[in-house]
């Protein structure tokens, strides 16, 4: 008995000191996004990973004690913010035992500040319409123009807690934003033709790019937030899609395919799987091939180049 | 019958045009000297049921089972304070009111009235029962839900490479009543009773965990002799990554088992177990079925002639379909079947009907 305490307590010594040298900053996200832009930021002083994977629903990662794990000795954690993680954050900070990290500390970044809001609800806030987002639509990390001031954001949260590396902190945030800059052009250019043509997402995740490329959100697949299509709501929307000759259905690799398929049939057109968050399809490997992704994705769906699966 | 229905009529249409008459109440309360701008976050679950069951001496019809009330907040910056006040037909329980600090490095500390960390049902709130009813074993062992003191908890995130967790607790004496199955009870001021408890988690792979738990309790009861209940639960869960909020299931199982040391070694009274499956069929339904054993306990059919109850073998099992169009509410309907070897009743069949709705602030669930 008295040998075996000696062992295990060993052991944790062992592990204790064996803790591996640290990069400067370890950065924990809850997004694929802003561990993109977190490891563009923080270049070669900072290891960024994410919780929620990019194929992996955001509004319900199932709230893993190895996630709590994972952030134990994490420096900073970034939340996407306005509740988008709000259903898994509340366990996963404070079971991560990490002072560190906690809301009100310095290592804790709410990405949401400084990010113009779209759909912030107006009157009184009811689940009459689903599971809305109180505090307005969380996607913004599918505005390019959004991840300019997140990345900024980054840089001034990263020199606080690391002085030492600041210049070069805020040098990628603003080459961030010249190559975030160039790319827009270039994926603007790509959907100029369709400017003013309605597209329908699955949920209303899409709001943030509609507005940036000048695209319109016909209505979406999910009836009401949170809330799966009935038959009937497919066939009406279906029909309502024909009427107006809208064609392209558009929707994440975690939402139901089928649904998404079936009302792009009966409406004449296409149904697409687009990465909103990076990871989502294996193309989209940072915030830059996200964009470049679901930019030709769906400027090839509108064109009329992709087929129903 | 009908006549008394205008006189209702009347009264109702007196005191509506009363209502309109009175003066409109100032519209908000922003230019309050008392800024509501850091309230707490405020839920509220109700939980009510029906249950048909020959055996029983119980009128059929719907049941209000319970209103739990949460109120969350962080107090300073020091301290989160929680609280679930439980509202039942004449009864209020303050089930949980418990402050937390996270300012300790790998350390959780808790304190005030909680739940113990025993088991894993232990664990679980009424309205997040996979089945409508607690396993035998609970009411008979730790309590019906849950070992439930005032005390304090530290629970230790070790550095292992996996998610362990070690937790002490102390709590005030306990019990026996009819929440505190386990007599830790002893005035002695040397009766401390004290919990251990170890959680292991592993991911298998990108969508299957396993975590396997084992606590034990230990107290002086009432009279003076030595009480303890010891558990070990097995959970593989899986949550496809794609499908998180459509598919998955839930396998697991649980053993408890109470007993005291009267003449000087420890003896098993009463124990028992349960091992249970859940399916998610779809984003809105689930299913699960559930198996369980007990030994030398007690359920609410087993009685003799005169409606005393009498402890005996007893077996149950259970399925269960759940329909849940939110996360904020659900129905479901259950049947199980159990046989006792003791009792006017040897065989109880009966048929559940739950409802759950959830306003306000939904805490999150524990994985
Ligand atoms: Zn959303």
């Known amino acids: 008995m008295k040998s075996s305490l000696k062992c295990v307590s060993l052991l944790l010594l062992g592990l204790l000191a064996t803790s591996p040298a640290r990069a400067d900053l370890k950065v924990a996200t809850s997004l694929t996004d802003l561990a993109s832009v977190a490891q563009f930021v923080g270049g070669k002083h900072v290891t960024a990973q994410s919780l929620c994977r990019g194929f992996e629903d955001p509004h319900f990662v199932p709230a893993k004690p190895s996630l709590m794990k994972s952030i134990q000795n994490a420096d900073v954690f970034v939340s996407v913010g306005l509740e988008l993680d709000g259903g898994w954050l509340p366990l996963v900070l404070p079971g991560s035992r990490n002072p560190r990290i906690q809301p009100g500390a310095k290592g804790f970044v709410d990405a949401s500040e400084g990010v113009t809001v779209l759909e912030k609800p107006i009157g009184t806030v009811s689940r009459a319409e689903g599971d809305i987002h109180p ?175 | 019958m009908l006549r008394p229905i205008p006189v209702v009529m009347r009264m109702l249409a007196c005191l509506a045009a009363a209502l309109a008459l009175m003066p409109a109440p100032a519209a908000a309360q922003t230019s309050s000297l008392y800024s509501n701008l850091a309230n707490p976050a405020i839920g509220m679950n109700a939980l009510f049921s029906g249950t048909a069951a020959r055996n029983l001496d119980r009128a059929y019809g719907l049941h209000f089972d319970e209103a739990e009330i949460s109120l969350i907040s962080v107090v300073d910056p020091y301290w989160t304070l929680v609280s679930n006040i439980v509202f039942t037909q004449g009864a209020v329980d303050p089930e949980e009111v418990w402050a937390r600090s996270t300012n300790i490095p790998a350390i959780q500390l808790k304190l005030g009235k909680i739940r113990g960390t025993f088991g894993k049902q232990g664990l679980l709130h009424t309205h997040a029962f996979p089945f409508v009813e607690s396993p035998i074993v609970m009411v008979n062992t730790i309590g019906e839900e849950g070992f439930k003191a005032a005390g304090a908890e530290a629970a230790w995130l070790t550095p292992l490479p996996w998610y362990a967790e070690l ?140 409606g005393a109850p009498l402890a005996g073998a007893v077996r149950r099992g259970a399925a269960n379909i759940a329909w849940m169009p939110s996360e904020f509410s659900f129905v479901r309907l259950e049947y199980s079947h159990a046989r006792a070897n003791r009792g006017v009743h040897r065989d109880d069949d009966r048929v559940m009907v739950q409802m759950s709705y959830t306003i306000g602030y939904h805490p999150a669930h524990a994985y």
């Open chain 1, 135 to 309: 505090l307005g639509n969380p996607h913004y990390y599918l505005d390019p123009k959004a991840l300019e001031v997140v990345a900024h954001h980054l840089a001034d949260a990263f020199s606080n807690l690391d002085p030492a590396n600041a210049a070069d902190y805020a040098a990628n945030a603003k080459a961030f934003d010249e190559k975030m800059d160039a790319s827009l052009e270039k994926w603007q250019k790509q959907l100029a033709p369709y400017k003013g043509t309605s597209i329908v997402p699955y949920h209303r995740n899409f709001i943030y790019f509609a507005e940036r490329f000048g695209l319109k959100l016909f209505t979406t697949v999910e009836p009401k937030p949170g809330i799966p299509p009935s038959p009937h709501h497919i066939a009406d929307l279906a029909d309502a899609m024909k009427k107006a000759g809208v064609t392209v259905v558009v929707y994440q690799p975690y939402y139901n395919a089928d649904a998404s398929h079936e009302v792009a049939k009966r409406a004449g057109g296409v149904a697409v799987e687009v990465a909103s968050e990076v990871g989502g399809v294996p193309a989209a490997t940072d915030v830059f091939t996200k964009f470049d992704s679901v930019v030709s994705t769906i400027a090839g769906a509108l064109a009329g180049k992709a087929g129903s699966r």
């Open chain 2, 167 to 306: 937790t002490g607790g102390v709590y005030e004496p306990t019990g026996p009543d009819g929440d505190h199955p386990l007599d830790l009870g002893s005035t002695r001021h040397d009766n401390v009773p004290f919990l251990g408890h170890l959680k292991n988690q592993f991911d298998l792979d990108d969508a299957t965990t396993l975590e396997v738990g084992e606590s034990y309790l230990q107290g002086r009861g009432g009279d003076g002799v030595r009480r303890a209940a010891l558990g070990a639960d097995v959970t593989f869960r899986n949550v496809p990554p794609r499908n998180s909020n459509r598919g998955g299931w839930i396998l697991m199982g649980e053993y408890i088992q109470k007993g005291s040391s009267a003449g000087g070694s420890f003896v098993r009274e009463e124990d028992g177990g349960y091992a249970s499956f859940q399916y998610r069929l779809s984003q809105v339904w689930w299913a699960g079925i559930r198996g369980e054993a007990a030994r030398n306990s007690v359920a609410d059919f087993m009685v003799d002639g005169a």
